[in-house]
């Protein structure tokens, strides 16, 4: 018998997060995240302009109204989640984005997307990838109801280049259809679910620098695998890139308290991400954040074996960037043989 083939991740929905289930998000939790509720165009345009931009919006057909509602919150400075649905059949017309990109993914209904000088429709299982430097007009069905990501031009820019190892033109240019039911395309939907999952009400939301930083590279990072082709990067011979390795290893015992990426670090010895994983493989046989992780709970056990009036787990932990209390405490369990609070009361 052949094996039934694996379920949509859009078939998931009734276990979806609020971001993403095909009803709209409702309830007292997610009141505080809303912009939008109008049924007056005026409104709804120039609210929907504050998040993204100004733009035309009007109205297809003569006998329909917006019910439109939104709702947004920001991962960090270059990534926030936005749900749109405007309750009616809608054009929209922002010309260029200029300062982001747009990953616009269905819940339900149906858009058609004018971009890149070909028409691109897109239903639930599918996304479109705007990008800021190309004109962009959209038709939205009625019951369309959008997920979607706003995303920083500069700071993709940037993470681009670290990937690539070359400095990237500002008019980068991402795949403008994805399908997220298979392949790369379905890697990125759960990174959405994972998203989705921290960012709604009542969820885990990083409170460092240090956390959100990672999760936005990770987020621009995995749009980069599944949306660009960067040019292959060759590989420096290990003469040449051994005064890299010590370079990086000096700065980041240097900024061990500062929030710390890969591509942060590919932009010091102005070299590309993959060079920088490779150096740690190859001479450390470690990655770079696990190597970070290391450095950083060895930050900790000091400060817990030389603890002054005030010193707390938590505190400390949290000071080197372990916003998590249960994989730090494993972390360190199984670094050192014993629980964080068993070496701070001991040292006391």
């Known amino acids: 018998m052949a094996p039934s083939p694996a379920p949509s991740p859009l078939?998931?929905?009734?276990?979806?997060?609020?971001?993403?289930?095909?009803?709209?998000?409702?309830?007292?939790?997610?009141?505080?995240l809303s912009v939008l509720a109008s049924d007056d165009l005026d409104e709804t345009r120039?609210?929907?302009?504050?998040?993204?931009?100004?733009?035309?919006?009007?109205?297809?057909g003569t006998r329909q109204r917006v019910r439109a509602r939104m709702h947004h919150r920001a991962l960090g400075p270059s990534v926030s989640l936005n749900r749109l649905a405007h309750g009616a059949a809608v054009r929209i017309d922002p010309d260029r984005l200029d300062d982001f990109f747009l990953v616009q993914m269905p819940l339900a209904g149906e858009a058609a997307v004018w971009h890149q000088n070909a028409c691109h429709h897109c239903s639930a299982g599918q996304a479109t990838v705007i990008s800021p430097q190309d004109a962009v007009r959209m038709e939205w069905s009625g019951d369309?109801?959008?997920?979607?990501?706003?995303?920083?031009?500069?700071?993709l820019l940037h993470v681009a280049a670290a990937i690539s190892g070359q400095e990237t033109a500002a008019t980068l240019r991402l795949a403008p259809q994805l399908d997220l039911r298979q392949g790369s395309g379905a890697h990125?939907?759960?990174?959405?679910?994972y998203l989705s999952a921290l960012l709604q009400p009542g969820g885990e939301h990083p409170s460092s620098g240090l956390h959100i930083a990672m999760l936005e590279d990770h987020v621009l990072a995995m749009l980069l695998r599944v949306a660009w082709a960067p040019a292959t990067v060759s590989r420096a011979p290990a003469s040449a890139t051994l005064p890299k390795l010590r370079q990086l290893e000096d700065y980041i015992e240097a900024h061990l308290d500062q929030p710390l990426t890969v591509a942060d670090l590919a932009r010091v010895v102005h070299s590309s991400v993959r060079l920088v994983q490779q150096l740690f493989a190859r001479e450390r046989g470690t990655t770079p954040l696990?190597?970070?992780r290391r450095l950083r709970l060895e930050r900790v056990r000091h400060d817990l074996m030389h603890p002054g009036a005030d010193t707390r787990v938590l505190q400390t932990a949290s000071r080197w960037g372990f916003e998590h209390p249960g994989r730090f405490a494993a972390a360190y369990q199984q670094a050192y043989g014993e629980s964080p609070s068993a070496t701070l009361a001991r040292s006391q």
């Open 188 to 193: 990125w939907w759960q990174l959405m679910h």
């Open 144 to 155: 369309c109801d959008q997920f979607m990501l706003r995303i920083d031009r500069q700071r």
């Open 46 to 60: 120039e609210q929907i302009a504050r998040i993204y931009k100004p733009h035309d919006l009007s109205v297809i």
């Open 11 to 32: 078939a998931l929905s009734a276990a979806s997060p609020g971001w993403l289930d095909r009803h709209e998000p409702r309830g007292a939790p997610w009141s505080a």
């Open 290 to 292: 696990a190597h970070i």
